[in-house]
């Protein structure tokens, strides 16, 4: 049974990485928001959204963001990144935080992160 080829571009594949290597392959449309990736991954761990990062191509995603306004196509990664403890310090308050966490003895900001 052939499948319609226009009924694949309303669709994308692709693999969410995680920090250990695991891979998980997604399908989802192209137009749905990835919040609905995001909160499926914190039902199935029982865990808050922000406990996750993710980002495609070096950018944090939020979840607002969609395959189309990424201009995703098949077989691109999405990485994943679970925090362990305190949900992980925005980087756009990076600077603000940096200062204080030398002051408690940290070298930087990256080894923070690291350690919660």
Known sequence: METDPTS???HVEFTLQTMIGDTFLYRMSRTTQLIKLMNHLSDL???D???FIFS???ERL???ET???LHMEDGDIIHLVQCIGPPAVDLK???QVSSFLKFLGFRS???FMLII
């Open 93 to 95: 308050i990076k600077d």
């Open 62 to 64: 939020y979840g607002e």
């Open 45 to 47: 761990h029982a865990t």
């Open 56 to 58: 495609y191509e070096g």
């Open 8 to 10: 694949q571009n309303n």
């Open 109 to 111: 900001y990256y080894w």
């Open 49 to 51: 959204p922000v406990s």
């Open 67 to 69: 395959p189309n306004k």
